[in-house]
């Protein structure tokens, strides 16, 4: 395999260090600069030639979410492989769709880091398997979600009542709240259950919650 070299962009100094050391055991790899921030990241590559960045995304100055947009803009043919500490869908999706081929958590092994720098030079996507985990518990969720029955099946009132059963609301609490009886309240969550075909109390708080009325 060619000689691949990389450009680490980190603020913490000896965090960097100890990776160009690790990397440079395997000869497969040359760190070939460094950078503290996307500002020193940018100047670097206009003199030196990389074929990947590993780019931490919390950084001071320019952080990495700014330098990925920059990087995608000056240099769109270099590989990009996401290291943090960032485990969360909103800084993933970010980061895949501003340039990145992959996405490495700092507390992954370093033969994780090494195959995912391996595996994006090849031209695929790497990401870290606790990503993946987070990306499918977040489609199931909402593949559950897709078929749970609409609201639109719920009259006003009772959407009024579930919001507040969602929000813990004892019956006596809701007959309070909306001017109504305990036995009008009672009614109502029977139909609530009948309807939406959820048979346990919990269920129709996990509902409301779900739905976006607690």
């Known amino acids: ?96 769709s501003h340039g990145a081929c992959g996405y490495v958590l700092k507390d992954a092994a370093f033969e994780e880091l090494t195959l995912a720098i391996k595996t994006i030079i090849k031209g695929k996507n790497f990401i870290s398997p606790s990503i993946s985990e987070l990306i499918m518990g977040q489609y199931l969720r909402c593949a559950e979600s897709a078929n749970d029955p609409s609201l639109e099946i719920l009259t006003y009132r009772e959407k009024e009542i579930l919001a507040l059963i969602g929000k813990g609301a004892a019956n006596k609490n809701i007959a309070s709240t909306l001017k109504i009886s305990v036995r009008t309240v009672e009614t109502h969550r029977s139909r609530l259950i009948h309807k939406l075909g959820i048979k346990t109390s919990a269920a129709l708080v996990k509902y409301a919650i779900a739905k976006g009325l607690a």
């Open 1 to 96: 395999m060619t000689l691949i070299r990389v450009i680490l962009a980190d603020d913490h100094e000896m965090f960097r260090s100890g990776l160009r050391g690790l990397l440079e055991m395997n000869p497969d790899f040359n760190v070939v600069a460094q950078a503290a921030d996307g500002e020193a990241l940018l100047e670097k590559l206009k003199s030196v030639k990389a074929d990947c960045v590993v780019l931490d995304l919390s950084m001071p100055q320019m952080d990495g979410l700014q330098t990925l947009k920059a990087l995608q803009k000056r240099f769109p043919k270099l590989k990009v492989l996401v290291l943090t500490m960032q485990k969360d869908m909103e800084h993933f999706k970010f980061a895949m």
